[in-house]
T-cell receptor, first 114, second 117 residues
Framework: KQEVTQIPAALSVPEGENLVLNCSFT??????LQWFRQDPGKGLTSLLL?????REQTSGRLNASLDKSSGRSTLYIAASQPGDSATYLC?????????????FGGGTRVLVKP | EAQVTQNPRYLITVTGKKLTVTCSQN?????MSWYRQDPGLGLRQIYY???????DKGDVPEGYKVSRKEKRNFPLILESPSPNQTSLYFC????????????????FGNGTRLTVT
């Protein structure tokens, strides 16, 4: 059974510092991996999707890497801003034969201090 | 505007009183799914649907029902709610499935906070 872990559960950094968020998964047979952002009282917003054949994806200040063999993904947020404060979740998609579903990590709650 | 709409946003009910949480998407997505989010347990899938009249159980389907009579709607039904179903519920949709041919991201609604007393 696929398990997804995000450590640490919470992180506090001063504004301007780069953020490094970690995601690990136990089964490398994934179809893709997604990073989401969740603001309090809101739903999840997709940030980046990395296909299993890709090593990284970039969008603005965000860069996500994927290493299937080691079961790890890292989300980098450059030059953090107070508006980046939120909970970040990663999720892996298993192939259709295994249920065509996402398994989520527990999330990392980020606070960027002005 | 492309969106997933859930209603209601907040719901307080009593044990055993049937309720329905509605979910609608305007993106013509094939795949729709329901999740619940609980402290310490994260997001867990309840049911999902690959297309009209095609539904399947997720990880925690007990106590829930769903239907997919139209492509845009995917209601979640609690026939006899119990206090352990108190949770934050999310509906989500995507084109082609989370492991589908398009590899498109999952779009979430804003959530329904349910309290069962």
């Amino acid at each position: 059974k696929q398990e997804v872990t995000q450590i640490p559960a919470a992180l506090s950094v001063p504004e301007g510092e780069n953020l490094v968020l970690n995601c690990s998964f136990t089964d490398s047979a994934i179809y893709n991996l997604q990073w989401f952002r969740q603001d309090p009282g809101k739903g999840l917003t997709s940030l980046l999707l990395i296909q299993s054949s890709q090593r990284e994806q970039t969008s603005g200040r965000l860069n996500a890497s994927l290493d299937k063999s080691s079961g790890r993904s890292t989300l980098y947020i450059a030059a953090s801003q107070p508006g980046d404060s939120a909970t970040y979740l990663c999720a892996v998609a298993v192939p259709k034969a295994a249920g065509n579903k996402l398994t989520f990590g527990g999330g990392t709650r980020v606070l960027v201090k002005p | 505007e492309a969106q997933v709409t859930q209603n209601p946003r907040y719901l307080i009910t009593v044990t055993g009183k049937k309720l329905t949480v509605t979910c609608s998407q305007n993106m013509n997505h094939e795949y729709m799914s329901w999740y619940r989010q609980d402290p310490g347990l994260g997001l867990r899938q309840i049911y999902y649907s690959m297309n009209v009249e095609v539904t399947d159980k997720g990880d925690v389907p007990e106590g829930y029902k769903v239907s997919r009579k139209e492509k845009r709607n995917f209601p979640l039904i609690l026939e006899s709610p119990s206090p352990n179903q108190t949770s934050l519920y999310f509906c989500a949709s995507t084109q082609g499935g989370v492991a589908g041919r398009n590899n498109s991201p999952l779009h979430f609604g804003n959530g329904t906070r349910l309290t069962v007393t």
